[in-house]
């Protein structure tokens, strides 16, 4: 089929290059190089040559808590205050 197709296509390819490969598709070469930079990559994050770079960009913010933090601030302070005197 892929010898009818170049041939329909306009190109000159014998059957037996199309069938050791001598003709290679751009898209399977570049999917095999994406495949291999990928597989590189987790190799190399897992063996911890690289790291993954994170940028923190909101924290979870309950206002009640830090209300309950103030309290136990202010409580802590006082039993400490009365039991230097």
Known sequence: MLYKMSTYLGYSFS????EKDVYYPEGHAAIEA???T????F?????G???LPMRVTDFPYD??????Q????????A???SQTK
Request: proline share 0%; aromatic share 2%; no cysteine.
């Open 49 to 51: 040559d690289i790291s």
């Open 15 to 18: 059957r037996s290059e199309l």
């Open 34 to 36: 994406d495949a291999e």
């Open 43 to 47: 190799a190399a994050l897992l063996r």
């Open 38 to 41: 990928i597989r590189r990559g």
């Open 79 to 81: 039993f400490l205050q």
């Open 70 to 77: 103030d309290a136990l601030r202010h409580a802590l302070t």
């Open 63 to 68: 206002n009640s808590v830090t209300t309950e």
